[in-house]
């Protein structure tokens, strides 16, 4: 065990004074050092790894999570989650590739990080990913469970699936309405009141959510009808 693996260890066991004892021990950021901290990442207890995480985020920034890309492997799917965490925090744009492997039935325990990760990231290929993995994904469960993520992303992702609705199936239409009833958002508020309208029975639960959440004169008055 190396001298730095061994002071980690120890200041690990005091939370409470663990950057002062661990920062000044950092020097020069090498490759076993990270290696390191990725362990207990991947094997650390819930408290370890929050601190580590935390070191990752607030000490380390760049120079730290420029090193965490290569540990979204899909077959290390406690490092990868706790690895997706940081980056997304850090907005680390140049993980975007490697987050996108993860979005995939074959992983399941993955998706939801993957999608909350790259929901932080601030770049429109980041959009795309999000709006191409609601219209395409075909797992509910993680498409319900994704959701809140994509909703971060709402500003930009209402015009596109504005564009893309009449195009879809129903089924899919059904999603793209659930997204419209969170987003709340003014720019539905046609689409919402014509399928009100037209699919009462069908469609009327996610087109009474979204326009009782715009609130508008318009929205209100159809809901009145």
């Known amino acids: 065990m190396s001298d730095f693996s061994l002071i980690l260890e120890s200041a690990l066991t005091k939370p409470d004074s663990f950057f002062n004892t661990i920062i000044p021990e950092l020097g020069e950021l090498t490759e076993d050092k990270l290696s390191v901290l990725a ?40 490092l990868f989650i706790q690895s997706a965490n ?35 990231l601030p770049t429109r290929e980041a959009v795309d990913t999000l ?12 498409l319900k469970k994704s959701l809140r993520y994509l909703l971060t992303r709402k500003e930009e992702l209402v015009p596109l699936f504005l564009e893309k ?33 037209k699919f009462p029975t069908e469609k009327g639960v996610y087109c009474m959510e979204g326009l009782g959440g715009i609130g508008t004169d318009e929205a209100v008055a159809a809901l009145s009808e």
């Open 86 to 120: 940081i980056i997304g925090q850090l907005h680390y744009i140049p993980a975007l590739g490697a987050l996108k492997i993860a979005l995939d039935k074959k992983y399941p325990d993955l998706v939801v990080a993957a999608i909350k990760a790259i929901s932080l």
């Open 39 to 78: 362990n207990v990442l991947e094997n650390g207890s819930v408290i370890d790894k929050q601190l580590i995480t935390n070191l990752f985020i607030e000490y380390l920034k760049e120079t730290g999570v420029s090193y965490l890309p290569e540990k979204l492997d899909v077959g290390r799917p406690k």
């Open 165 to 197: 609705y009449a195009s879809l199936p129903a089924e899919r239409q059904m999603f793209i309405l659930n997204f419209f009833a969170g987003a709340a958002d003014e720019r539905t508020c046609g689409l919402l009141i014509s399928e009100l309208r």
């Open 131 to 142: 709006a191409d993995f609601y219209l395409k994904f075909t797992d509910e469960v993680m």
